[in-house]
């Protein structure tokens, strides 16, 4: 996924950030738009806090999302259009990917 | 920095992930040399589990770290090499950076 490359200005600690990593297939026909518009869709959310996301040149992608705790990322995880997109995204775009939950304690 | 182009495998929640997040300077001499020596140590470290790592086109660098406790990540920061690249890197190659050490909760 894409977003602008500065670093997200979160709250202090604790808030919740949700790491997702994942490298792609050969077949990304609309992968860009649709990670474009997730990212647009992901900041319209109660909880939303903030996003950062990184994709090398050697195909490992990296997109971490903050909130204000689980229930609002259970909530994101739940809007529709982001279920259509996670449900291609995992038949089609990505060969491999994990998401991890985690709170966030301390931040410098 | 920089690792290989895989997702960590990463054992059952609960563990820690140091989400480290940074925009280079323009002065990155030594940078990658520095990167690659840091995995390398950072992988030696006891309770470390796995790192993912990506900078994508514009700018934006993303390193999870993953670690078995609170205790571990603050043996890896004490480490004097290590001490020694984040002094350079808070002096010199970095512009801006963000260090957010979480809690893994769920993971799938």
């Known amino acids: 996924m894409s977003a602008s490359a500065e670093i ?19 077949d990304t026909d609309g992968y860009d738009a649709m990670a474009t518009r997730m990212v647009e869709l992901a900041r319209e959310q109660p909880g939303f806090l903030g996003m950062e996301s990184a994709r090398g040149s050697d195909g ?15 909530a994101w995880k739940a809007v529709g259009e982001h279920r259509a997109a996670q449900a291609t995204g995992k038949s089609r775009w990505y060969e491999h990917f994990a998401v991890r939950i985690s ?5 410098y």
Chains 1, 2 share one sequence.
């Open 8 to 26: 997200a200005q979160t709250p202090e600690p604790p808030y919740y950030a949700v790491i997702f990593t994942s490298t792609l297939t050969a």
């Open 60 to 74: 490992l992608g990296i997109t971490v999302s903050y909130w204000q705790d689980v229930e609002s990322i259970r």
């Open 103 to 107: 709170k966030v304690e301390r931040a």
